[in-house]
């Protein structure tokens, strides 16, 4: 695929745990309202779980009440990809990966009227990344 960062199967599944596994390499989904990231305030950086490729900054992040962490653009415009997503019958979506890497993050949404410098909401499971809070490094 062409990624900076490629594993073998048999290395991602020693690398993560069973749910990262899922949600990264499988495109499964956290519950909502489970993650731990989904209420968090903390300033920091939202890196790959994967990879560790930086993807997000708590200044991008805003509360959407949809049950995962929701950010208005990416750290970077290179940091994400996205592709169609028609896995769910009826309900066409925008899938966000780490272009890094190729892991699934989450969805992207435009339209749903939020307050907030762009017309995205980038839906993101907290398993699929990792917060380092603002002067801890990353």
Known sequence: MGY???????QWREQLS????????QAGTEPAFTGEYTDTKT??????????????????KFESHCGWPSFFDPADTDAVETRADH?????PRTEVLCATCGSHLGHVFAGEGYDTPTDLRYCINSI?????PSGQGS
């Open 4 to 10: 900076k960062v490629e594993k073998s199967d048999e």
């Open 18 to 25: 069973d749910e990262e596994y899922r949600v990264l390499r």
């Open 43 to 60: 300033a920091g950086v939202y890196s790959c779980r994967a990879c560790g490729a930086e993807l997000f900054r708590s200044d991008e």
């Open 87 to 91: 896995s769910l019958p009826g309900r």
């Open 128 to 132: 699929a990344v990792r917060l380092t």
